[in-house]
T-cell receptor
Framework: NAGVTQTPKFQVLKTGQSMTLQCAQD?????MSWYRQDPGMGLRLIHY???????DQGEVPNGYNVSRSTTEDFPLRLLSAAPSQTSVYFC????????????????FGEGSRLTVL | GENVEQHPSTLSVQEGDSAVIKCTYS??????FPWYKQELGKRPQLIID?????GEKKDQRIAVTLNKTAKHFSLHITETQPEDSAVYFC?????????????FGTGTRLTVIP
């Protein structure tokens, strides 16, 4: 059971280049999301999905696209990279337990460190 | 949207002492409050969580309390050990329609001095 797998772990881009961060989970979770982590700012939600074919914007969606064609995969695309997108990106997935309010644990991938020059 | 504030940003304690980290949230509809521990260069990992229908939860040396009226929740670590040194994040979620969108605090760097 691999959990949440992200690739690549490290990437350097030039301003204006595009790329895709891959994310896959093998826990059959319907909910998946992408966060970015910047020093002193915690983690901020970029996009999320509640199931195949359904995506929505989070707090900081500008400059990013997502799609969800299968339950397992949730790629994040940077359309035209900017230095402001230099960050560590985390993919995460979650289940919803029965009984009681609220969701279950949010499981994170190992992260992808992106540098835009 | 939800706004989560976390204090202090850094905390140093002697080994064996207790550590307390406090968070406030803005949206009374939030119903799930997890705490994550992140070691340097690693992914955030859940250490404890609490739901809006519970006021307190304990797991060995870690406890969390929730005051819905005041909209704040706290993490308590007793008998701290050097391996507790890490960055801790609180978060709040308005769980709805299958979404678990967490809003995170800005983190507390805990250092346990041997």
């Amino acid at each position: 059971n691999a959990g949440v797998t992200q690739t690549p772990k490290f990437q350097v881009l030039k301003t204006g280049q595009s790329m895709t961060l891959q994310c896959a989970q093998d826990m059959n979770h319907e909910y998946m999301s992408w966060y970015r982590q910047d020093p002193g700012m915690g983690l901020r939600l970029i996009h999320y999905s509640v199931g195949a074919g359904i995506t929505d914007q989070g707090e900081v969606p500008n400059g990013y696209n997502v799609s969800r064609s299968t339950t397992e995969d949730f790629p994040l695309r940077l359309l035209s990279a900017a230095p402001s997108q230099t960050s560590v990106y985390f993919c995460a997935s979650s289940y919803f337990p029965s009984g009681g309010p609220g969701a279950g644990e949010l499981f994170f991938g190992e992260g992808s460190r992106l540098t835009v020059l | 949207g939800e706004n989560v504030e976390q204090h202090p940003s850094t905390l140093s304690v002697q080994e064996g002492d207790s550590a307390v980290i406090k968070c406030t949230y803005s949206d009374s509809a939030s119903n799930y409050f997890p705490w994550y521990k992140q070691e340097l260069g690693k992914r955030p990992q859940l250490i404890i969580d609490i739901r809006s229908n519970v006021g307190e939860k304990k797991d060995q040396r870690i406890a969390v309390t929730l005051n819905k009226t005041a909209k704040h929740f706290s993490l308590h670590i007793t008998e701290t050990q050097p391996e507790d040194s890490a960055v801790y994040f609180c978060a709040a979620s308005i769980s709805q329609t299958g979404a678990n969108n967490l809003f995170f605090g800005t983190g507390t760097r805990l250092t346990v001095i041997p």
